[in-house]
C-alpha cells in the first residue's frame, strides 16, 4: 500500500544506472502518478483509506548508513529538493526505535489500501461505460496487423490493441516468464494498538518507513491503529504464484523476531494477521513496458515493478495510454518504457543462482555486514544477460 517514487532499489542505483538526466525524469514522472492516484481519488470519491503522510527510509546498521547517506547526495545533485536527512537523534524523533541510525524523509509518498483502490477504480470504469469480465480465462490470443483477437473460455474478442498486465504471474505465461523473476513477500499485522503503545513509539506524522537491508522491512500505519509488518526474508518460487506460498510459518517467526527488535516497546503486541504474495523483479530492476511485436504495435505488455507497483503501475498506465493513441509523450521517453526487458537465460541456470543470491543476501543482512555483488550475482548476470545489481 506504499504509493512511493522509487524506481530500481534505491535512487542512487537508479542514477547509476540510466544516469542522472534519465534517473531524473524517472522520478518526476513516478510523482506525477502519485499525483495522479491522490487527485482521481478525491475527485471519483474512492474510499481506499488513502493517507499522503509521506515516506521514511531509515537505516538501522552500519552497512546502510552509507546507503542512507548516498540516497540523500544522489537526491541533492538531482535537484529533487524533497527528500530531507534525519541524524540519529532527529530521526528517533520520527519514530521511536532505538535501532535507528539516520533516516531520510519525502513527502511524496501515499499510503493507500491497494485492493480498495482496485476495487473503487473497477466502479469508475464501469460507470464510464466500459465492462469488467473477472475471472474469464484466455484460451489463446493472435495479433495481426489490424487488431488482436482473444479466444476466452466464454467467447472470443476483438479489439484494436490489448494490454497483457500480468506482473509476477506472468512468470507462469511462456511469452512473460523467462523475463521476470515471482519473488514472494510477506506482511504482519498487529492488533489495534491503544494510545499509550502509540505514544510509546512517537511517529506522529504516521508516515510509510522502509530500512535498508537489502530484503528489506517495510511498514506502515493503518487507518484503524494497527501496524503492518512487511519484508525481511523473500522467497523465491520458481514454478511461479501460488496459493500454497501465501503463507510460510518460519517467515513470519523471523518477522516477529526483527518487530520485537525494532519496537522493543511492542514486544507484547500480537499479529492478528499474516499473509504473503508475489512481486515480479527483472532482470535490471526496471519496469517492461513495450509492444511484443513493434511492427504490429497492437498487443503491448507492462510488468515488473519490483515491489513498488502501486504508483508505478499508473505511471505504466500513462505510458500505454500514449502508446495505443500513437503520441510521444514524457511517459513514453522514460528510459524503460518501449525497451524490451532483460532475458533471465535458462532456468537450469536462472532458478540456482536466485536461490545462492537471496542466501546470500539475507546472511548478510542477518550478519549485519554489506554485501557486493556476490559471484553468484556475476555469474547470474554474465549466463543471462541481466543486469542485477545488490550493493
Not at 257 to 284: C, K, M, R, Y
Amino acid at each position: 500500500g506504499f504509493a512511493m517514487t522509487l524506481v530500481h532499489r534505491t535512487l542512487a542505483h537508479l542514477a547509476r544506472y540510466v544516469g542522472d538526466d534519465a534517473a531524473r525524469q524517472i522520478y518526476r514522472a513516478a510523482e506525477r502518478a502519485i499525483e495522479h492516484i491522490n487527485q482521481t481519488v478525491a475527485e471519483e470519491n474512492i474510499e481506499c483509506d488513502i493517507q499522503p503522510t509521506g515516506i521514511i527510509t531509515l537505516s538501522n546498521t552500519e552497512p546502510q548508513d552509507a546507503l542512507i547517506h548516498d540516497e540523500f547526495e544522489v537526491a541533492r545533485r538531482l535537484g529533487i529538493d524533497d527528500m530531507k536527512f534525519f541524524d540519529r537523534d532527529e530521526a528517533q524523533e520520527l519514530i521511536r526505535s532505538p535501532r535507528i541510525r539516520c533516516a531520510v524523509r519525502e513527502d511524496a509518498c501515499s499510503l493507500v489500501n491497494p485492493a480498495r483502490l482496485a476495487r473503487g477504480l473497477k466502479k469508475v470504469i464501469e460507470r464510464m461505460g466500459a465492462k469488467v469480465y473477472e475471472g474469464t480465462a484466455v484460451r489463446s490470443w493472435e495479433e495481426t496487423h489490424n487488431s488482436v483477437v482473444l479466444k476466452t473460455s466464454g467467447g472470443t474478442v476483438t479489439a484494436d490493441r490489448s494490454l497483457v498486465a500480468p506482473n509476477a504471474y506472468g512468470s507462469a505465461w511462456k511469452p512473460t516468464r523467462d523475463y521476470l523473476l515471482p519473488i514472494y513477500t510477506y506482511i504482519c499485522l498487529t492488533r489495534p494498538l491503544t494510545d499509550a503503545e502509540w505514544e510509546s513509539i512517537g511517529w506522529q506524522g504516521r508516515e510509510g518507513a522502509e530500512d535498508r537491508r537489502t530484503g528489506l522491512h517495510y511498514f506502515r500505519p493503518t487507518i484503524d491503529g494497527r501496524i503492518l509488518w512487511g519484508g525481511r526474508d523473500p522467497a523465491f518460487h520458481p514454478d511461479g504464484p501460488k496459493s500454497i506460498y501465501d503463507t510460510d510459518t518460519y517467515i513470519f517467526g523471523r518477522m516477529r523476531e526483527t518487530f520485537d527488535w525494532f519496537f522493543p516497546q511492542l514486544a507484547s503486541v500480537p499479529f492478528e494477521h499474516e499473509w504473503g504474495g508475489p512481486i515480479a523483479v527483472t532482470g535490471n530492476f526496471l519496469p517492461a513496458i513495450n509492444w511484443f511485436d513493434s511492427g504490429k504495435s497492437r498487443a503491448a505488455f507492462a510488468y515488473g515493478y519490483n515491489g513498488h507497483g502501486v504508483s508505478i503501475s499508473n505511471l505504466a498506465a500513462h505510458a500505454i495510454t500514449d502508446m495505443f493513441s500513437g503520441r510521444t509523450s514524457e511517459w513514453t521517453d522514460l528510459n524503460f518504457v518501449l525497451r524490451d526487458p532483460d532475458h533471465l537465460g535458462p532456468t537450469f541456470v536462472r532458478n540456482p543462482l536466485t536461490r545462492y543470491i537471496l542466501r546470500s543476501q539475507l546472511r548478510a543482512d542477518d550478519e549485519e555486514r554489506a554485501i557486493k555483488d556476490p559471484l553468484a550475482l556475476r555469474l547470474f548476470n554474465k549466463f543471462t544477460g541481466a543486469d542485477l545489481q545488490i550493493g
